[in-house]
């Protein structure tokens, strides 16, 4: 399955046009492919990290 096709132009309408966009994804490769298509994009990986240690 080619990156991003599960998304429709919708989505990806919505990803563009947001003040920020929040990831939480677990392939780098899908953070990097989201900052292309918005510039402002956060990841809450380290988050999530820190939550699951406890």
Partial sequence: MP???PLTPLARSHIRRADVV???VSDSLVEL???R????????QPTT?????G
Wanted: hydrophobic share 50%.
């Fill in 22 to 24: 929040l990831v939480a």
């Fill in 37 to 44: 298509m918005h510039p402002d994009v956060r990841s809450l």
């Fill in 3 to 5: 990156l991003g096709s």
């Fill in 49 to 53: 990290a820190r939550a699951s240690r």
């Fill in 33 to 35: 492919w989201i900052e």
